[in-house]
């Protein structure tokens, strides 16, 4: 059971990055999830969730309104579009599925590897 995430890179304030997470070894279907962040020198976040049963997503407030987290089962893959990127978005995306939570705490079962986004002013 993996995942991977990807996407991420150097992008000017303003500008757009599109975050995926990809899972090896199982089927994302029927697991809900997240999308986390670390900046240096802080504590992890929740940044945003989808469920696995109606597909209901929620956001952190600090992104609602320019990140829109979505899923493409068919590819076992997930999304994470963020637009309006502000220098603070910058730090190591992370993505992680549990089969029972849904939310943006630490109750992910599985955690992928992160990819650094970097927002310059």
């Known amino acids: 059971v993996q995942l991977q995430a990807s996407g991420g890179g150097l992008v000017q304030a303003g500008g757009s990055l599109r975050l995926s997470c990809a899972a090896s070894?199982?089927?994302?279907?029927?697991?809900?999830i997240g999308w986390f962040r670390q900046a240096p020198g802080k504590e992890r976040e929740g940044v945003s969730c989808?469920?696995?049963?109606?597909?209901?997503?929620y956001y952190a407030d600090s992104v609602k309104g320019r990140f829109t987290i979505s899923r493409d089962n068919a590819k076992n893959t997930v999304y994470l579009q963020m637009n309006s990127l502000k220098p603070e978005d910058t730090a190591v995306y992370y993505c992680?599925?549990?089969?029972?939570?849904?939310?943006?705490?630490?109750?992910?079962?599985?955690w992928g590897q992160g990819t650094l986004v970097t927002v310059s002013s």
């Open positions: 992680a599925a549990d089969l029972y939570y849904y939310g943006l705490g630490p109750g992910y079962d599985y």
């Open positions: 070894g199982f089927t994302l279907d029927y697991y809900a």
């Open positions: 989808i469920s696995s049963r109606d597909g209901s997503t």
